[in-house]
């Protein structure tokens, strides 16, 4: 069993703007946090994802419980 065996998707409470969601990818694929929110612009700006993608995310991923 590896450390990458018990990940799981959250939304950071720690690494916010709007809703947690780059913050919680950046910590589960262990990326600078502001890499995820470039890309993640870049990709809502040139069509490559949809605000909807977001919203979606926003709603389904559970939030990080306090440490």
């Not at 809703?19 to 490559?48: K, M, T």
Request: aromatic letters at 12%.
């Amino acid at each position: 069993m590896n450390a990458y065996d018990n990940r799981h998707l959250y939304r950071s409470r720690d690494e916010r703007i709007i809703a947690g969601i780059c913050g919680g990818l950046a910590e589960f694929f262990g990326l600078n946090v502001s890499r995820i929110r470039l890309a993640v612009l870049l990709l809502l700006l040139f069509g490559g994802l949809s605000l909807w993608a977001y919203i979606i995310l926003w709603l389904i991923v559970p939030e990080a419980s306090r440490r």
